[in-house]
């Protein structure tokens, strides 16, 4: 077994402020309502099969995939539809939502067969897991059963999960990695099993020494082994990840199954184990909600379409006014408005920040000192790249591989300058999609 | 658990904003106060060495840069770019690399031209292409030669007045090669030589290169290169003509070698940006560095050296930038699996 390739390029070490870590998951009790967005998911919007005024049990289904790329959607608990109408969501963005009042019950609809997964076919397993409505949890929310289907001239080697929760601040894979490793364990060999690969890798970065000495004593005699990385951000970022456990390098503008790799969340991998054993489709997930101005900051699993607000509610509210409220980690974690905003399929944690956390200032121009491409784990040249993009030459940062950023912010993280670099590569990659797309258009 | 103790945040006074949300505590602001904090010993053995007529070059020259700039600024109807604190580094940098007999009214005028021509006619910090300080410095050279290439001799008392009336010295590289050293190792060491006020005092110099090193303010490839290129090239022609060259040691502690390659060869604004383009900067510095000593008609070459290898540094980056990860460099090779 090679240990060679531990390292990425670049990256940081942002303070790890992991005060959930120690925090056991506890469920949410019942709400009176959920707003329950349609689309959880990169793709097209599910498509509402209920109507206000109908019953719904918990698990029925209420919005089924709108496409190819898309995903089901489930109630998360029983009652009625009070309406289907729009939501925010946490890019600022309106979503299609079903607001589902609760009776109280929390009444389960007929689970879907369990399905005894080593004899079952990868056909079946890969339908079920379209069934169950299961995407990406770690925060892209890629429906799985598209990324558990590569064409047939890939040849998929390796699958790794992904439990390096390097976000600091977010608790809630190393949580549930602690909880319920068995069910992370299945998962992946169910999903190994879907892809056909014998090789299964969970990461864990050497934080969490406990959720790696666990997972290793209940994976030994499995084909899953367990791995412990270095502490660095972005560890979990799919490009390094795969080059530092597997030394490969997922070409520019490429997928991992480019390189024979398939690479999934702990989360993902422990939603598909329930929905294979246990018949359960997704509509509940852990979500960790901390932040220093919390009172007691915690991790829970919610159900899906739990308003921000409950959520801080039951880490006991704030002590301060935060200035941020952030969905996601705080590196790559979106900034939110509101509290009205549901927790969907992929809210991995809910961080409030105070004042003294969050450094406003004033952006001034390059000083050229070099540490963005030091840092910058594409090994890409932000503070160049950022000053022509500036000057709006797009082609010329298409021509510098601007489509490669993976937008994990280790650039303005350590800008003296305090540029707004992510902001200025996403205006880039935008801009050239545009283009491309207009192209193409063209063309056609 | 009641509902009414349970404070939930004020959403009118949230913050939005484009992630990351955590930054490191990093400035410019900081930047140029490390450096200058890192110049500071070797400043104080200017004065040491010089007499109190050094500080009040300093003090000049900071003083005129950072007034040059507030009144660019101004005509330019920008906000103060002062508290960055990148035009008090120019001007301490101009002052000490100026004889500590340079009128008054010669440091403003240098202050002038450093900050004016040299940075504020570009865009200000960020965008000169070329080392405000040296801009300054090489001006007053071509301007004043007579002036800028007189030495006093260090004087007895840091409390004394250098003056026209104080005894002039050569410098080490000035005076010809005669097959033995003006001055002991030791003096040459601790600066007890004619030259600029701020350049002769070695270990002073190394002190603050050594923290800007640990800090990452610097690469350390820079000053490596330049002083090893230097060493190497003056070695082999010492030793081919041991009669007309000095011996390399001579070479590295005097002059402004030291001084150039920890602070002035590593500016971040004028100097590439990569490990590799570091390494080339130094060596370019080094090699012109050695070829005005040794052939040019002028005795130091640092300045030079520093000034024509700024030019190169666009082309330094564009040649020396990385393929970015998963860039393949070798259309065609197929991924083993």
Known sequence: ?444 | MTETTVRLPDTTRLVVSSSPHFHEDASVRKIMLVVIAALAPACLAGVWTFGLRALWVLLVCTAACMLVEALCVKLQGRASTLPDGSAALTGLLLGMNLPVTTPTWMCVVGAVMAIGIGKMIYGGLGYNPFNPALVGRVALLMAFPTALTTWVAPLASPLQWAGVDSVTQATPLGTPWAGEQLFSTWELFIGRTGGSLGETCVPALLLGGVLLIALKIIRWQVPVCFIGTVAVITGIAHLAAPEQVAPPLLHIMSGGLILGAFFMATDMVTTPLGRMGAVIFGVGCGVITAVIRLWGSYPEGVSFSILIMNAFTPLIDRYTAGKPFGVISHPGREVKL
């Open chain 1, 1 to 444: 077994m090679t240990k060679k390739h531990l390292h990425f390029y670049g990256g940081v070490h942002p303070q790890e402020s992991k005060t959930a870590s120690g925090a056991a998951i506890v469920s949410a009790p019942l709400l009176a309502t959920y707003v329950v967005p349609l689309q959880q998911h990169i793709g097209v919007p599910a498509k509402p099969v209920v109507a206000k005024g109908d019953k719904v049990l918990r698990g029925q289904l209420i919005g089924e995939p709108g496409g190819f790329i898309s995903a089901a959607i489930h109630a998360p608990t029983s009652g009625t539809v009070k309406e289907i109408a729009t939501c925010l969501g946490p890019a600022g963005n309106q979503l299609p939502a079903v607001i589902l009042e609760s009776d109280g019950d929390d009444l389960a609809a007929e689970p879907m067969p369990a399905l005894d997964w080593p004899n079952a076919s990868p056909d079946e397993l890969k339908k079920r897991i379209a069934e169950a409505g299961i995407v990406g949890m770690g925060g892209a929310a890629f429906p799985s059963v598209v990324k558990l289907s590569p064409p047939p001239n890939k040849t998929i080697d390796t699958l790794i999960l992904n439990g390096v929760e390097c976000e600091p601040c977010l608790t809630a894979d190393h949580r549930l990695m602690l909880e319920k490793p068995e069910q992370v364990i299945t998962g992946a060999r169910i999903t190994a099993r879907v892809l056909g690969v014998k090789r299964v890798i969970i990461a864990i970065e050497e934080n969490k020494p406990d959720a790696v000495a666990l997972l290793q004593e209940k994976a030994a005699g499995t084909e899953v082994e367990v791995r412990s990385l270095r502490v660095r951000y972005p560890q979990g970022a799919e490009k390094q990840l795969i080059y530092a456990l597997t030394g490969r390098k997922v070409p520019s503008g490429g997928l991992p199954m480019d390189v024979g790799c398939v690479v999934q969340n702990v989360g993902t991998a422990s939603a598909i184990c329930e929905a294979v054993c246990e018949g359960k489709p997704l509509y509940e997930r852990v979500t960790t909600v901390t932040g220093s101005p919390l009172v007691a900051p915690g991790n829970w699993r919610f159900r899906v379409g739990t308003p921000y607000a409950e959520a801080i509610k039951l880490a006991g509210g704030v002590k301060v006014d935060p200035v941020k409220i952030i969905s996601g980690g705080p590196m790559m974690g979106m900034a939110v408005y509101s509290l009205d905003i549901p927790i969907m399929k992929n809210c991995s944690g809910i961080l409030l920040l105070a004042a003294d956390e969050v450094r406003q200032y004033e952006s001034s121009p390059c000083i050229r000192c070099g540490r963005c491409n030091d840092t910058c784990p594409m090994g890409m040249m932000p503070g160049i790249l950022s000053v022509q993009i500036e000057k709006e030459r797009f082609e010329l940062a298409e021509q510098w591989h601007v489509l490669d950023c993976i937008e994990c912010g280790c650039c303005a993280y350590g800008c003296p300058a305090g540029r707004p670099l992510v902001q200025l590569m996403r205006r880039a990659k935008g801009e050239v999609m545009a283009a491309r797309k207009a192209k193409a258009a063209k063309k056609a």
